[in-house]
């Protein structure tokens, strides 16, 4: 199940633990993401090794301003505290390959 983030401090540290995350940047008013939520969801379910964590625009602008996000539904990947890939729209087969190859991405932790 994919986790809200309610602050900018909880984003930039899950970020920066090193761990596979991959972001869904979303608002409650934008169609598109409520119909691919439901595959966010069961890909969450799907791969348990990547924390799936969702950030509403509209309560987190200075998060989504920050890392650049223009259009909803956006979704970044993150592994080793470092951006590795982005996708922007609900296009549900590039979401899956974007988790995929996340999943298969080797993970260099950050140093402490």
Sequence with gaps: ???????????????????K?????HAVWCGPCKAVAPLYEKLSDEFKDIT???????????????AGVTAMP?????AGGKKVGEQR???????KTLVEDLNAA????PAA
Excluded: H, R
């Design 21 to 25: 995350v991959i972001v869904d940047y």
């Design 89 to 95: 729209g609900a296009m549900p087969a590039k979401l």
């Design 52 to 66: 799936f964590i969702k950030v509403n625009v509209d309560d987190l602008s200075e998060v989504s301003q920050a």
């Design 1 to 19: 199940m994919p986790q809200e983030i309610k602050s900018t401090q909880e984003f930039n540290d899950l970020i920066a633990s090193g761990k």
């Design 106 to 109: 080797s993970v260099d932790t």
């Design 74 to 78: 956006t979704f970044q990947t993150y």
